[in-house]
């Protein structure tokens, strides 16, 4: 499987995501889904045999990290991607902070 085939499963981009900047365990990523555990662990699985993701064991644990190096110009897009959310998110926030300042309820706590 190609790696945008792969990253297009709206999981496997949130878990890339999850684990871009920092390392975080099996169990850590899979506490953020409203899926089991198992299907968190075959996602990995796809992202780790695909390369997007390294895997450290330490003991019983397992870690996981994006491999962005590996990923190529597919990095870039994910970012960028993430980044433009971010920004219309921060839009949203400001215009709605603006419509209750001019309704006189004053800004959002």
Not at 12 to 19: D, F, H, Q, S, W
Not at 67 to 80: F, N, S, T
Request: proline residues 3%.
């Amino acid at each position: 499987m190609e790696a945008m085939q792969i990253v297009a499963e709206p999981r496997r981009r949130e878990i890339l995501r999850l684990v871009w900047d920092a390392e975080l365990s099996a169990g850590e990523i899979a506490d953020r889904f409203e899926v089991t555990f198992g299907a968190v662990s075959q996602h990995l699985k796809v992202l780790r045999e695909a390369g997007l993701v390294t895997l450290r064991q330490d003991g019983r644990k397992r870690y996981y990290r994006a491999d962005r190096e590996a990923m190529g110009p597919l990095a870039d897009y994910l970012q960028a991607m993430w980044a433009t959310r971010l920004d219309a998110l921060a839009s949203l926030a400001e215009q709605a902070e603006r419509v209750l300042e001019a309704a006189g309820k004053g800004s959002v706590p």
